[in-house]
């Protein structure tokens, strides 16, 4: 990693790479992925397995999708069967934002910590997110996150997370840029398992998962939300990679 005494005056020296759902915005009832299903069911008439994520492969928008198809038709996807489904399921998730908004939440604090971060020099923020990228613009847009000029990577073409992830540091490095530090952000026990394999520091957020659950899986610094800014800010300093399973 770049010293920061390397760095130029506004080039910034910490990139922060956000998860989507769980982390920034909460669907009461889980009824985003519920809409995620009951899209696939409209479209293709058989009962969604599960939305218990831990059940696929990868838990990234594209493997999950592709791997329901197998198990349905034994067969790979068609050209174009992804983005038929997302125009139905995008649909839905406005018409779901429309109808009933009271529905779909930010986790506190979160709007105004991304744009805290990115009007302060010394941070760089970016989206990196299991979902694909238009249902994420449709609920970050929903909670005031404006993403003309934010860097949302998702599980388009994506097969994992890491290279969800690897996607968004390209990325945010096209210019060589280097950092002193990155750290990912994320509510759920995947996140906390590929940012271990990755090495990634990593904070994550109990919003909508027990504290004690990512402590168990190795998340080091852990906090409910983004409502004290300067904690978050403080805690983001200290994020390091998750510890080794039963690591104490």
């Not at 613009?137 to 890491?162: F, M, P, Q, Y």
Request: hydrophobic letters at 40%; charged letters at 20%.
């Amino acid at each position: 990693m770049m010293n920061k005494s390397n760095l130029s005056y506004n080039q910034p020296a910490t990139l922060v790479l956000f998860d989507v759902d769980g982390t920034l915005v909460y669907s009461i009832g889980k009824r985003d992925s519920r809409c995620f299903a009951h899209t696939y069911e409209h479209i293709y008439g058989k009962a969604f397995p599960s939305i218990d994520w831990k059940r696929y492969p990868h838990v990234n928008d594209t493997t999950i999708f592709k791997t329901v198809i197998a198990e349905h038709f034994d067969r790979d996807i068609s050209d174009g069967e992804i983005p038929t489904f997302l125009e139905h399921y995008t649909q839905a998730l406005l018409t779901l934002r429309a109808e009933t908004p009271h529905y779909f939440l930010e986790i506190p604090g979160a709007a105004s910590a991304i744009k805290r971060l990115l009007d302060h020099p010394e941070y760089a923020v970016a989206v990196a997110t299991g979902g694909w990228q238009r249902p994420a613009v449709i609920k970050l847009a929903h909670i005031g996150v404006a993403t003309e000029n934010l860097l949302i990577c998702g599980a388009d073409d994506k097969v994992s997370r890491e290279d969800i992830i690897e996607a968004a540091l390209a990325a945010s490095s096209e210019a060589g840029q280097v950092y002193e530090k990155i750290v990912y952000i994320g509510d759920a026990i995947w996140d906390v398992q590929t940012t271990r394999r990755m090495g990634m520091d990593f904070l994550g957020i109990s919003f909508s998962t027990e504290q004690n659950i990512l402590q168990q899986a190795g998340a080091v610094h852990v906090l409910d939300d983004f409502s004290d800014f300067d904690l978050f800010i403080k805690t983001l300093a200290l994020a390091e990679p998750p510890l080794a399973m039963g690591a104490k």
